[in-house]
């Protein structure tokens, strides 16, 4: 019997404690339904044997690791991880805020978790106070996740990116205001685990594997003075693999993509001053700049990123 993966693997205090199905290990879906089409629907057939349900496995699931990021590479289309994914996320009572499956991305709303702390870790005086008031010590923290899934020269393979967001109620004076707290990389290591057995991996191999990526490869970004006197990103890498690595940084600044094209190596995105995250929350309306970020390969282990503003604003004042 495997212990629970929180234990095994040493993860930090905080653990995955939302909403969830232990029980689910992957979506059922009936083989007389057939596969989603690109807005998630599904056609029905006419006959549906009520015993007919099965739970979709997949052959492999296996995870990858760099110096700062971990991945995985999933046998199965990357419209059915897609599908999987949004199912993924319900299950543990987050909702889809976003979703653009034409470039792979999909972000849940922030859900509230619940963050009370133990009458053991109070004090006697503390714990006593809190019963016979009925109070809770521990301020609310509220996270977020954010999928991107990316095709592969093997149609029947995916590469699968997850990136939490995590933001915390703290006291300011007589306030308590909503701020972004620092990544918690052991419980976004343990939902990625989650997803692994939710696609279908087994739980104990799933565990081995997430141990055995603890080793980093090191590697350096730099950021350099190009020709034209601006600041350009350089990697150690070709332009497939900057290309993800472009990706994956997007991801953990939450920058909103509106558009990507691998052939290219670009990325289309929107930036908003001087708001970050409470945007969303105050849901206001802010000026905002659009930039494409495209990678070109230098040689054959080194490629840079080219940012080009497209919004009209700041084209009138260059």
């Known amino acids: 019997m495997v212990s629970d993966p929180v234990k095994k693997i040493g993860l930090g ?41 099965q739970i979709t496995k997949v052959q492999n699931v296996e995870v990858k690791r760099d110096n700062l990021r971990r991945w995985l590479l999933v046998d199965m289309p990357p419209s059915e991880v897609w599908s999987l994914s949004k199912e993924f996320f ?50 609310p923290i509220a996270d977020k996740y954010r999928i991107r899934i990316e095709s592969l020269d093997d149609p029947n393979q995916s590469e699968v990116y997850l990136t939490l967001s995590s933001i915390g109620e703290v006291v ?5 205001v909503w701020q972004p707290r620092k ?14 057995v939710f696609l279908g991996s087994d739980r104990s191999e799933s565990i081995n594997k997430i141990l055995a990526s603890n ?22 890498y070709n332009k497939r693999q900057a290309w993800n690595y472009l990706g994956w940084g997007l991801d953990e600044l939450n920058i909103d993509v ?34 494409q970020l495209t990678v070109k390969q230098l040689d054959e282990t080194y490629s840079q990123v080219i940012f080009v503003d497209l919004s009209e604003e700041n084209k009138q004042d260059t």
């Not at 080793?215 to 034209?228: A, D, G, H, N, Y």
């Not at 052939?263 to 929350?281: N, P, R």
């Open 172 to 176: 300011q004076g007589e306030l308590r």
């Open 215 to 236: 080793q980093k490869i090191e590697s350096q970004v730099s950021v350099i003075k190009s020709e034209s006197g601006y600041a350009t990103l350089v990697f150690p």
């Open 13 to 53: 205090g905080r653990v995955v404690n939302y909403q969830g199905d232990d029980t689910v290990d992957s979506l059922v879906i009936p083989p007389d339904l057939t596969k989603p089409n690109s807005q998630g629907m599904f056609a029905e057939n006419v006959e549906v044997d009520e015993n007919s349900y």
């Open 183 to 196: 990544k918690d990389v052991e419980l976004e290591t343990e939902m990625l685990l989650h997803l692994m």
């Open 90 to 139: 319900r299950s543990f009572g987050f909702q889809i805020e976003k979703e653009n499956q034409k470039i792979g991305i999909m972000e849940t709303d922030y859900l509230e978790i619940d963050t009370n702390v133990p009458d053991k870790s109070l004090g006697a005086i503390r714990a006593g106070l809190s019963k016979l008031l009925n109070t809770q010590y521990g301020l």
């Open 258 to 291: 509106e558009d990507r094209d691998a052939l290219d190596g670009s990325y289309f995105i929107k930036h908003t001053k001087d708001k970050g995250f409470f945007s969303k929350l105050l849901s206001t309306v802010s000026p905002s700049q659009t930039y």
